[in-house]
């Protein structure tokens, strides 16, 4: 473990569906970050909170939804998905600052059907 | 686009050291380096950061060059545990900021 948790750690949802991922940390950092990481490609950023404010949104489509509610949790919302959308969707916290490194959690595996 | 260029592969041998070079030649003053890695289909895992002086722990040692413009992370002994994907990044110093993740160095450790 390594203090941010993510769950579900696999989903399987059909394009009608709704559902939620979760981030959970309690490390006392103040930024939380999603990316989603595509069959052998890198990490892409799609949300940056920082204090609980949405900063930085990496032109990702609104059938992606985050919600921040306090600084321990992170959700994704997620309803009329693609099936292109299928990846490995992965939550980071850290401290605000360039010293300080992220934390991530081992991801959730969605695939779209 | 990330900061940094990275070799796509790299193979070293069990027990010998694994020296992975990273060139980020538009570094600015306050953005640090970081290294992470990701074991397959794991999130990436932390190893070592540093500004401008080379710096060492438990898992890995990293050297900066003196004009900022490259660095190396050296795994000392390498084992086949050590098979993943390493990335190299620069985080800037704002209050918040965008990690860009490049396709990273493959490093295969062979028996």
């Known amino acids: 473990e390594t203090g941010v948790t993510q769950t579900p750690r696999h989903l399987v949802m059909g394009m009608t569906n709704k559902k939620s991922l979760k981030c959970e940390q309690h490390?006392?950092?103040?930024?939380m970050y999603w990316y989603k990481q595509s069959a052998k490609k890198p990490l892409e950023l799609m949300f940056v909170?920082?204090?609980?404010?949405?900063?930085e949104n990496n032109s990702v489509p609104s059938r992606f939804s985050p919600e921040c509610p306090n600084s321990s949790h992170l959700f994704l919302h997620l309803h009329t998905l693609q099936p292109e959308d299928s990846a490995l969707y992965l939550c980071a916290s850290s401290l605000q600052g360039a010293g300080y490194g992220y934390t991530f959690g081992s991801g959730t595996r969605l695939t779209v059907v | 686009d990330a900061k940094t260029t990275q070799p796509t592969s790299m193979d070293c041998a069990e027990g010998r050291a694994a020296n992975l070079p990273c060139n980020h030649s538009?570094?600015?003053?306050?953005?640090?380096v970081y290294w992470y890695r990701q074991i397959h289909s794991q999130g990436p895992q932390y190893i070592i950061h540093g500004l401008k002086n080379n710096e060492t722990n438990e898992m890995a040692s990293l050297i900066i060059t003196e004009d900022r413009k490259s660095s190396t992370l050296i795994l000392p002994h390498a084992t086949l545990r050590d098979t993943a994907v390493y990335y190299c990044?620069?985080?800037?110093?704002?209050?918040?900021?965008?990690?860009?993740f490049g396709p990273g160095t493959s490093l295969s450790v062979i028996p």
């Open positions: 538009t570094i600015s003053g306050n953005e640090y």
């Open positions: 990044i620069v985080r800037g110093g704002t209050s918040y900021d965008k990690v860009i």
């Open positions: 909170y920082s204090l609980e404010e949405r900063v």
């Open positions: 490390l006392g950092h103040n930024a």
